[in-house]
């Protein structure tokens, strides 16, 4: 297992755009967690799957933020009409369903977004 | 509401000294407390956690935190410290839930600058 894998690792965009930021997490890993992590702050939560289901997305910054995860394997981070303060570094992590690694999450290296 | 705060933004610190990231939180419920490490360019990386048990919790790395109930606390130190070090520190905490529902909350981080 290599663990949890992001893509791309870097995207420009210029504003207007939309974007689209894929997680591959661990195989095992019922749990996939999306952050956003911008300069000099730690990680924000913004929304979370258990399997196919997305149990908490009241976090998402905003109408043009969306995320999927159809088959309950890879998920998907979608930002619509992008805007300069949307530039940041957007996080994916995964965790156990069950047991004492339910609450230990391992992150990707992430996706980092620069808007022009 | 849960939040974490790291009082200290930077701490600057000689080779081989000793060396304690300072991190309180607050909590209406009990909680499960992580320290990350985040070197340049990569995701986060689990240090240590406290889920239960002892107060005393071991790491990677050398590093050790101690939870402290009375006084909302969970510092981390290292006896000695290695130019390796130098990178992001994040506390982090969830709320005694279970579910994971909210994810980690984080701290702003602290970055650790070791001096030669």
């Known amino acids: 297992d290599t663990g949890v894998s992001q893509d791309p690792r870097h995207k420009i965009t210029k504003r207007g755009q939309n974007v689209t930021f894929r997680c591959d997490p661990i195989?095992?890993?019922?749990?996939l967690y999306w952050y956003r992590q911008t300069l000099g702050q730690g990680p924000e939560f913004l929304t979370y799957f258990q399997n196919e289901a997305q149990l908490e997305k009241s976090r998402l910054l905003s109408d043009r933020f969306s995320a999927e995860r159809p088959k309950g394997s890879f998920s998907t981070l979608e930002i619509q009409h992008t805007e300069q303060g949307d530039s940041a570094m957007y996080l994916c992590a995964s965790s156990l369903l069950a047991g004492a690694g339910a609450n230990v999450l391992t992150f990707g290296a992430g996706s980092r977004l620069t808007v022009l | 509401a849960q939040s974490v705060t790291q009082l200290d933004s930077q701490v600057p610190v000689f080779e081989e000294a000793p060396v304690e990231l300072r991190c309180n939180y607050s909590s209406s419920v009990s909680v499960y407390l992580f320290w990350y490490v985040q070197y340049p360019n990569q995701g986060l990386q689990l240090l240590l956690k406290?889920?239960?048990?002892?107060?005393l919790v071991k790491g990677i790395n050398g590093f050790e935190a101690e939870f402290n109930k009375s006084q909302t606390s969970f510092h981390l130190r290292k006896p000695s410290v290695h130019i390796s070090d130098t990178a992001e520190y994040f506390c982090?905490?969830?709320?005694?839930?279970?579910?994971?529902?909210?994810?980690?909350?984080f701290g702003k981080g602290t970055h650790l600058i070791i001096q030669p």
């Open positions: 195989s095992e890993h019922n749990r």
């Open positions: 982090a905490v969830i709320m005694y839930s279970g579910g994971g529902a909210d994810g980690l909350t």
């Open positions: 406290y889920l239960s048990g002892s107060t």
